[in-house]
Structure formats: structure tokens, C-alpha cells
Nanobody, 127 residues
């Protein structure tokens, strides 16, 4: 079974950094698209970053470009989201998601619902 477990969330001051981790099991990372989404209070869920076979490099939402970096470690079967220069508007529950349709543009650009989700980890950025 596909399983995704996020960790690393917490409370941080504006300008600070956090690294989220997503431990995966039940699938081969290279065969799936993996992405980070977030849902801020009162807002719709937003795709933050993704890694897929469709693109050579990770894709990022405009709101996090230059501040967030997504990476994967196939040996540890873990995906990371390094978040730097955090802002209060980054406050949200962050979810790791995976989908076998990484060859499709809509999955690669996080415009399609992913099949598998973690439970989420909360990030709060204090001003």
C-alpha cells in the first residue's frame, strides 16, 4: 500500500526556515509524481512544489519560487521541502501527495487531484 508520512512542521518566526520531510512506502519514487500542497485557514488548497517525470526539474508555485526547494532521496525513499525566508502567509497545513500519472501535464503542474495523500503537518509562521 502507498503510504506518505509528513514531519517537520512547527512554529517559526518570519524570515526563518523549516524542512519538511515526507517518508514514502509502497511505491518507487521514480515511477510517481510527488508533490507538496498546502491549505491555509479559510483558503483553497494550493500546489506548492512537485517532482515528476514530465519535467526535468521541480516545479514551484510562484508564491514560493526562490524560497522553497523540493528534493527527493530515492535511497531513503523520502521527499523534502526546504522552506527558507518564511512569511506569515506561508502558514498552512502542508501535505505530501503522490500519483502514478507523473507523465501527464496536469499532474506535473498540480492541477489534477493526486491519488495518495499524507495526513499533513502544520506550519505556523509568526510575524
Amino acid at each position: 500500500d502507498v503510504r506518505l508520512v509528513e514531519s517537520g512542521g512547527g512554529l517559526v518566526q518570519a524570515g526563518g526556515s523549516l524542512r519538511l520531510s515526507c517518508a514514502t512506502s509502497g511505491f518507487i519514487l521514480d515511477d510517481y509524481a510527488v508533490a507538496w500542497f498546502r491549505r491555509a485557514p479559510g483558503k483553497a488548497r494550493e500546489g506548492v512544489a512537485s517532482i515528476s517525470e514530465y519535467f526535468n526539474n521541480p516545479r514551484y508555485a510562484d508564491s514560493v519560487k526562490g524560497r522553497f526547494t523540493m528534493s527527493s532521496d530515492n535511497f531513503r525513499k523520502t521527499v523534502y521541502l526546504q522552506m527558507n525566508d518564511l512569511k506569515p502567509e506561508d502558514t498552512a497545513v502542508y501535505y505530501c501527495a503522490a500519483d502514478p500519472r507523473g507523465h501527464t501535464l496536469r499532474i506535473a503542474t498540480m492541477r489534477e487531484e493526486y491519488d495518495y495523500w499524507g495526513q499533513g503537518t502544520s506550519v505556523t509562521v509568526a510575524s
